[in-house]
């Protein structure tokens, strides 16, 4: 089983990389049900892509050797789980998103302590 962690994660880290290659060379239109942005949201869209990019190659790195990378692998779990609480935070200050980020939120915060469990019942 701790080898089907390595290939979801591995997964996993792929569409963050490809989702934010998207943000880089579309900027906001990749969003779906976004509107036109100025030039400052459009920056800060990209911006935003390069360290998900980031965070995709991190957890492609951890997967490599879970064992090992447990701690840096939790980490980025709690700052996926916590980018969930920051859409709740939207939520209640601005309203609902789409039904997508509806349901990426839910990911958000469902994934990540299912994630950190089955780390833990093979590698702690």
Not at 6 to 22: D, E, H, N, R, T
Not at 37 to 46: F, H, I
Request: glycine share 8%; charged share 10%; aromatic share 16%.
């Amino acid at each position: 089983m701790s080898a089907a962690l390595k290939y979801i994660i591995i997964a996993f880290g792929a569409a963050c990389i490809v989702i934010s290659l998207m943000h880089i060379a579309i900027g906001p239109a990749a969003i779906p049900g976004s509107i036109p942005v100025n030039p400052t949201m459009d920056s800060e869209d990209r911006f935003y892509a390069t360290l998900f990019l980031g965070f995709g190659a991190a957890l492609i790195w951890c997967s490599r050797d879970l064992s090992q990378r447990g701690e840096p692998f939790k980490l980025l779990l709690l700052l996926f789980f916590l980018g969930g609480i920051a859409r709740l935070v939207s939520a209640v200050q601005v309203g609902l998103p789409n039904t997508f980020f509806q349901i990426m939120w839910t990911f958000e915060l469902i994934l990540p302590p299912i994630f950190w469990a089955w780390h833990s019942r093979f590698f702690d």
